[in-house]
C-alpha cells in the first residue's frame, strides 16, 4: 500500500508564497511521474505541474513563471514552490503519483489534498 501525505497548505494573502510538500511511503520500485493537481470549488481538478523521474518539469500556463515543482528521489518527495498568489489559486492541492511496485504493477495514488486559501 502507498500513502501520499501533504503538507504546507494555508491560508495566504494576494501576492504571497507557500510551499507545498508531499512524502510517498509502501511499495514503491520506481517512479514515472509526480504531480501536484488542484481543485476549485465548483470546478474540475486540473494538472498543476508535473515533474518526471529524469527531472523534466511541465506547468500549466496559468501558474507558468510563478509556481515551481521539485522532488527529492531518495527520500520520495515532491514540492510545490508557489510564489505570486492570487485568489484564483485558491483550491484544494493533491499530491499525484505514477509509479511502478515490486510486482511490476503500475499504479496511481493520491494524497488526501490540503487547503490553499488567497485572500486578495
Known amino acids: 500500500q502507498v500513502q501520499l501525505v501533504e503538507s504546507g497548505g494555508g491560508f495566504v494573502q494576494a501576492g504571497g508564497s507557500l510551499r507545498l510538500s508531499c512524502r510517498a511511503s509502501?511499495?514503491?520500485?520506481?517512479?514515472?511521474?509526480m504531480a501536484w493537481y488542484r481543485q476549485a470549488p465548483g470546478k474540475q481538478r486540473e494538472l498543476v505541474a508535473t515533474?518526471?523521474?529524469?527531472?523534466?518539469?511541465n506547468y500549466a500556463d496559468s501558474v507558468e513563471g510563478r509556481f515551481m515543482i521539485s522532488r527529492d528521489n531518495a527520500e520520495i518527495t515532491v514540492d510545490l514552490q508557489m510564489n505570486s498568489l492570487n485568489p484564483e489559486d485558491t483550491a484544494v492541492y493533491y499530491c499525484?503519483?505514477?509509479?511502478?511496485?515490486?510486482?511490476?504493477?503500475?499504479?496511481?495514488?493520491w494524497g488526501q489534498g490540503t487547503q490553499v486559501t488567497v485572500s486578495s
Open positions: 499525484n503519483l505514477r509509479a511502478r511496485n515490486a510486482l511490476g504493477i503500475n499504479f496511481e495514488s
Open positions: 515533474i518526471t523521474s529524469a527531472g523534466g518539469t
Open positions: 509502501g511499495s514503491i520500485f520506481s517512479i514515472h511521474t
